[in-house]
């Protein structure tokens, strides 16, 4: 569970990091979005880079370290995306969703 922790932890940094600038920060400098952008990304890598570890040390392989990842990234994306850019979920949405949680599902298979 700290993998899982630490890797929910660190997508709601580098969600804010990708994506914060595209609702209210569009007439900021692209240099300053950037530099901001690191800035809150490098929380991210110092909460992804353990999760990554923990996991790999307790018998995840990476590929599943990296699905896990991704699928924790899209819950989070897709909640970022209807409540802080207002925009809404369709049907396409909900089936990559769950495309992704059939590829997670695949690589835990028998694990």
């Known amino acids: ?9 660190s997508n709601l940094f580098m969600t ?19 530099l901001i952008s690191w800035g809150i990304a490098l929380f991210e890598y110092c909460l992804a880079v353990p999760a990554n570890r923990i996991g790999y040390a307790h018998g995840w392989s990476a590929g599943q370290l990296k699905v896990v990842q991704e699928a924790i990234a899209l819950i989070i994306f897709g909640g970022f995306m209807v409540m802080v850019l207002g925009e809404p979920l369709h049907w396409r949405h909900l089936a ?11 690589l835990f298979i028998g694990r």
Not at 16 to 34: D, S, T
Not at 96 to 104: L, R
């Open 16 to 34: 804010v990091a990708w994506y914060w600038h595209l609702k209210g920060g569009m007439e900021k400098p692209l240099l300053l979005v950037i």
């Open 96 to 106: 990559a969703f769950g495309c992704i949680m059939g590829a997670v599902g695949f």
């Open 1 to 9: 569970m700290p993998t899982i922790a630490l890797l929910v932890l």
